[in-house]
């Protein structure tokens, strides 16, 4: 079984460039959910998408957005970054319509961005 | 708006003693709850999940409990090990079993 992976590990851009990250599902999950964590806080939910949809988005601005690939692999972008994007972006995999999964969501090990 | 809160925030103790992780939660409207441990700048392992319909989970050393009346929920770890600091993030799924809403985290510290 093949876990959750993200790419790149690490990042560094300039403020007002933008960015992609990129993450690979768990085999056999089809929902990916995104994830910023700032330093010394928790991760706060950014989107989530399941079957190409999103599928629920939490408090983050239009410039953050995302796709889901028919094999359930996912992008995040970010437009115009800001010094405050920088941050650990982590992805979660799960699956949605399973009663004996009840949705656990597996991380990858993240992606480390830099905005100067 | 659903909160999540950890206490303590930091924490130290030495080789073989057990410990208790707090966490509460303002809406005890949840789909599940989450217990993970983080290292230092990596991504987040998951330990136990709890159904909202379930008072406890057990694996290993580990156990967590969930009072859903009360908004609470506890991660016992049993003879601590150096190997075990970390930090430690409980994490409520909303109702509608997409969101995880996560505490800040307690950072464990097991000294030799």
């Known amino acids: 079984e093949t876990g959750v992976t993200q790419s790149p590990t690490h990042l560094i851009k300039t403020r007002g460039q933008q960015v992609t990250l990129r993450c690979s599902s768990q085999?056999?999950?089809?929902?990916v959910s995104w994830y910023q964590q700032a330093l010394g806080q928790g991760p706060q939910f950014i989107f989530q998408?399941?079957?190409?949809?999103?599928?629920g988005r939490g408090n983050f601005p239009p410039r953050f957005s995302g796709l889901q690939f028919p094999n359930y692999s996912s992008e995040l972008n970010v437009n115009a970054l800001e010094l405050d994007d920088s941050a650990l972006y982590l992805c979660?995999?799960?699956?949605?319509?399973?009663?004996?999964?009840?949705?656990?969501?597996?991380f990858g090990p993240g992606t480390r961005l830099t905005v100067l | 708006k659903q909160e999540v809160t950890q206490i303590p925030a930091a924490l130290s103790v030495p080789e073989g003693e057990n410990l208790v992780l707090n966490c509460s939660f303002t809406d005890s409207a949840i789909y599940n709850l989450q217990w993970f441990r983080q290292d230092p700048g990596k991504g987040l392992t998951s330990l136990l999940l709890i159904q909202s319909s379930q008072r406890e989970q057990t694996s290993g050393r580990l156990n967590a409990s969930l009072d859903k009346s009360s908004g609470r929920s506890t991660l016992y770890i049993a003879a601590s090990q150096p190997g075990d600091s970390a930090t430690y993030l409980c994490?409520?799924?909303?109702?509608?079993?997409?969101?995880?809403?996560f505490g800040k985290g307690t950072t464990l510290s097991v000294s030799s």
């Open positions: 085999s056999g999950h089809n929902t």
């Open positions: 994490a409520v799924t909303n109702q509608a079993g997409t969101a995880l809403i």
């Open positions: 998408y399941y079957r190409e949809e999103e599928n």
């Open positions: 979660a995999s799960s699956l949605a319509g399973s009663r004996a999964s009840y949705n656990e969501q597996f």
